[in-house]
Every structure is written in C-alpha cells, then in structure tokens.
C-alpha cells in the first residue's frame, strides 16, 4: 500500500470542508472579506486538526509540520475568479452530479488547498517522523497578481524545493511570460457611443458585454441585419439613453483565449461596421483593426512561438468606456524564449500609430526549470507509483505560484489533460474519481517530500 492511499479515509470530511470554501465569494479586489474567511477558516480547520498554523502578513497563511532539514512547501491559493455567467448549478457551493464535482474554485484552485492540509493531517495522524520541514502555503490574491506571495516571501525564506497544484499533470517545467497591459485614449471622444463596459479579470475572456449607443433608427436596422449575419449573440434592448446591445460569449482562461468566445470583442466587431472611428471612438477602432477576435497578436506585430513553451497569446480581458474615460486591458502571454521588451517595443509602436497610450500594469517572468533535479525525481516518482505512468513534461501559458520560487519549485496538478474542467469558465468541475486520483497523487508526493 501506498503512502498516498491515506487520504482515501477522509473522502467525506474532505468534500464537506470543500464546499464550506467554495460557499465563499472570495474574489479578490471585490470580496477581500471574503477571502479573509477562507484563510481564517484553513487554519481553524488546521487547528481542529492539531496542526500549527499562522498568518503573514494581509494575505497569506502557513500549515507547518516538522521541523529542521531542507524546507519543503506545497502552494495553493484561496481566491478565485468572479463567477460569470451561464452556471447550470449554483457556482458557490458543491454540486455532485454525474460523477463530477462542481463549484468555482473546486480545482483552481480551493479543491487542491482543502487536499493539502488534508495530506498534512494524514502525516500527523499516521505518526510520520519527517527528515525535513513541511508546510503548506496560502495566498488570497493569486488571480489578481500574486502581490500575496511578494508579501510572503519578504517575511519567510524560499523554500528548497515546492510544487503547486495549480494547474495540470505531468509536472509543468515551463511556464509563458505574463504582460498585463492597460491600452486607453486621453479622452473618450465617441459622438454615439456613450458607455461600453465588458469583464471583471483581464486573466479571463469576458462572456458578456453591453454598449449603450444614441442611434437613429436608420443604424439600428443596419446593426441587426449585421448581427444577423454575424455568429455572435446579441440582444438588442431600447431604453431611455437609448439602444442597447448585448453580447453573449464564452469564458475561458486567458492562457488559453482560443477556447472561448470574447463577448466585447465580438460586440466592438459590430458597431465598427456600422459606425466611423468619430461615432464609437478611438480606441473600439484600434481594437477592432488590432485585436478583433485574434488571439495570436498577429495585427498588433507580436506573433511569435517557440518550440519549448508554443504560440505567444493575447486576450481582450476588460473594456470600460464611459462619461471621459476610455479604456481596456489586455493579457499576453509570451514564450519562454522571448524578450519582453521586444513584444512591448512592437505593440507600442502600432498603438501609438493610433495615438493610444501603453501602460504596463503587471508582469512576470517566465520560468524555466531543466529536468534532472531532485525535486522533479520526487514529483516524478511518486506520480508514477500511483498511476504507473510516467509523467510527461510541458509548458504552460497559465501563472502559478511556481514565478515566485525562483527555480525551486513547479506547478504539478490538480486537473488531468483528459478531464475538461472548465477552468475560468462557467460549470468549472473535475471528475470525481480523478480528483480523489489527485488527492493520493499530492500526499504521495507530500510525504516523500517530508521523509527525503
């Protein structure tokens, strides 16, 4: 018997605490009490468990068992991504329904946490006497730039080695570099467009947007028969400050903007047929001509792949044009090889062609881990002794916590590359079985961690 088959007996315990942390709205920037209560509540649950738990700083917390040795750390974060739209269950609690788990967060990543200090609490319980230091990290502010782990790692030394489960199996040694940019224009200078707003994290692909335009009759006929002919979703609403038009899209994750459907972009490809660059402003034209629907940054001049991470990304996250001020942000991803300077320096120069404004308003590093190391031999081995598979190595456009390690740990779980979870998206979920699969996988990993 496995190590990592310990965490079987606590199936139920287990889920039950899951869906007390998906209950919480814990949105970052907009529910920050929120995600204060799944803090304090990890390590209440810590504490009924025996275990030493404590808070640092504003935004994260520690699990620690043993003491001495290399230390070791395994992190995951208690913040999620707004809820969107289009759930067929209720996205803050737990459903179980035909052999899936549902609720946000249940892998992105609150599953994966409750999983972690349950492996803590099967080492203490099973009497395990470790060679190094254990602990498990939290942080609540993971999807809005991981300023927790800055925060963390100036109160607390890096760990030797780590992993986070945040995102798939094998073991993620690569993962793309992170542009957040904010493009505006000094004034919103539209003559029709009077407001256009469209998502709330520019790390996910809006699914919905709404522009309020003062038309004529004349346009609206010219717009329905565009949308019409479009494979958009749009509404068409009449209100006192005039027309309305809604666009229904698809989530998804902004490392992979490909598998959604961008809800304002579609929504800016309409009105820029049927108005001029003086009716709907500036800046819905330089995205209409440079964004679109592309998530390959073609127009905007940074097209680029590499062969050890894949193709550079670009997603249309947020638009917020009212009153004087016009605005968007975008989310690139670049390849492991590539020179941020370079894809700043080429999408600068076709914005300002434009004359809209730059800003960047985050970015990490990519990172890139070579295979052989004793870290990746543990994650590696234990793996296989539960799945009798070997795992593969690959890339990543997502952002874990693995940036912040500075070449001591990666990213290995929680989701399966079989299993659609829906990641960013609405009706996020994980297969049952798997996830109990992942459950055996993280305290066989976690113990060999703590006994090397």
């Not at 469209?198 to 329905?224: C, F, H, R, W």
Request: proline share 3%.
């Amino acid at each position: 018997m496995l190590f990592g088959d310990n965490i079987l007996k606590y199936k139920d315990e287990l889920l039950r605490d899951i869906n007390m942390l998906i209950s919480l709205e814990s949105v970052d920037g907009v529910r920050g009490e929120e995600c204060v209560k799944a803090m304090e509540f990890m390590l209440k649950r810590a504490a009924d468990f025996g275990l030493h738990g404590e808070r640092i700083g504003e935004k994260c917390a520690h699990i620690t068992l043993g003491e001495g040795g290399k230390d070791c750390a395994v992190l995951s974060h208690l913040d999620v991504v707004p809820a969107g739209n289009n759930w067929s269950v209720n996205p803050y609690a737990l459903t179980e329904r035909d052999g899936r788990l549902f609720g946000r967060g249940i892998i992105d990543d609150k599953g994966a946490s409750v999983v972690n200090l349950y492996c803590l609490r099967a080492l203490k319980e099973a009497g395990v006497i470790g060679n190094n230091r254990l602990r498990v990290i939290y942080g609540i502010a993971e999807e809005t730039g991981m300023t927790d782990m800055d925060e963390y790692f100036s109160k607390q030394p890096l760990p030797d080695m780590a992993f986070t489960p945040d995102s798939d199996y094998g073991i993620c040694r690569a993962e793309k570099g992170i542009l957040h940019l904010e493009i505006s224009t000094p004034l919103n200078e539209a003559k029709v467009l009077s407001q256009f707003h469209s998502g709330k994290a520019v790390n996910a692909v809006p699914d919905i947007a709404y522009v309020m335009l003062d038309s004529s009759d004349y346009d609206e006929q010219t717009l329905m028969r565009l949308a019409d002919a479009s494979d958009g979703n749009f509404e068409f609403n009449y209100t006192i400050d005039g027309l309305m038009i809604i666009s229904r899209g698809k989530a998804a994750h902004a490392c992979e903007p490909e598998k959604g459907k961008n809800a304002a972009a579609q929504l800016i490809d309409l009105i820029t047929h049927a108005y001029d660059v003086v009716d709907i402003g500036s800046l819905c034209s330089f995205i209409d001509y440079a964004i679109n629907n592309e998530t390959n940054g073609m127009s905007l001049g940074i097209k680029m792949s590499d062969e050890v991470s894949g193709a550079l990304t670009v997603n249309l996250g947020i638009v917020n044009i009212e009153d004087n001020t016009a605005g968007a942000k975008l989310d690139i991803r670049y390849p492991v090889t590539a020179d941020s300077e370079c894809v700043l320096k080429n999408l600068r120069a076709v914005a300002e062609h434009s004359g809209i404004s730059v800003k960047v308003i985050h970015h990490e590093p990519p990172l890139y881990i070579e295979d052989g190391s004793e870290l990746m031999n543990i994650l590696s081995d234990a793996y296989e002794s539960v799945t009798g598979e070997k795992p593969e190595l690959y890339s990543t456009g997502g952002g874990t916590y693995a940036r912040k390690l500075q070449g001591r740990g990666v990213a290995f779980g929680p989701a399966f590359k079989d299993d659609v979870v829906n990641m960013h998206n609405a009706d996020e979920s994980v297969d049952r079985e798997k996830f109990f699969l992942h459950a055996q996988i993280c305290l066989e990993a976690m113990y060999r961690l703590f006994t090397c």
